[in-house]
């Protein structure tokens, strides 16, 4: 597919239709979202797989318990065969800045020093890399956000280093799920180009 088409395609599904993901093209998306660049070289990211049935079963049981799922607005995300969870370690950032090529930047004594956490924006760049390739694949993936990670770190043994920046489901979309936006993006329009750009200076 060419790259225009890929970014074009892409919209977030939020409804598969069940058949499993072939064998190793997973593992070849996420291949490819490790290429994605990060501060320092720091690659302080990582991707927390759950495709076996019993883990995606333990998934939705702590992240949408049986209650929370009688109203949920999407019973098709649960047919996702698979959930990425990408994870940031900002610790490996402090480590890589106080090394000595690095420490003039002041930012390897404590996460709390850095201007932006770029721990996020890199993991945020590998899961888009991911995003990306989901499509190029043939397939679909929702990008969402979870109100409390802790069941999520308690029941998959994620410690307090490790953050999730949000959850990847993926899998085919079901034959309705890409033919019209959803979600926001059903009642919000995107922005004009010269709305998002400004040229020379921000100011009015
Ligand atoms: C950081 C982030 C958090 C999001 N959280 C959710 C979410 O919790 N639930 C959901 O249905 N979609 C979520 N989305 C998807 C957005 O609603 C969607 O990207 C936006 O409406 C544009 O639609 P499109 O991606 O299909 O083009 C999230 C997207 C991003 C980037």
């Known amino acids: 597919m060419e790259f225009g088409d890929t970014v074009r395609r892409r919209r977030m599904c ?13 593992d070849m998306l996420i291949d490819q979202a490790r290429r994605a660049p990060s501060a320092g070289f720091s690659q302080g990211t990582g991707f927390l797989v759950l495709d076996e049935p019993r883990e995606r079963d333990r998934f939705w049981e702590v992240t949408l318990p049986a209650v929370a799922r009688a109203g949920f607005a999407f019973p098709g995300l649960l047919r996702a065969p698979a959930i990425v ?7 490996a950032y402090v480590d890589r800045y106080a090394e000595p090529d690095k ?9 709390e020093a850095w201007p932006v956490p770029y721990w996020l924006v890199d993991t945020s760049f590998a899961t888009m890399t991911l995003l990306l390739g989901v499509v190029d694949a043939g397939l679909g993936a929702l990008f969402y956000a979870l109100d409390d990670y802790g069941p999520l770190r ?20 079901s034959a309705e799920a890409l033919s019209r936006p959803v979600g926001s993006a059903a ?3 995107r922005r004009s180009f010269d709305d998002v750009v400004r040229r020379g200076s921000w100011g009015a």
């Open 103 to 111: 420490a003039r930047a002041g930012l390897g004594e404590s996460a």
């Open 154 to 173: 308690d029941a998959f043994d994620v410690s307090g280093d490790w953050q999730p920046i949000g959850i990847v489901a993926l899998g085919h979309p």
């Open 187 to 189: 009642s919000r329009p």
């Open 85 to 91: 969870i990408p994870l940031a370690h900002s610790q």
């Open 14 to 26: 939020r409804d598969f239709d069940g058949r499993p993901i072939a064998a190793g093209i997973l």
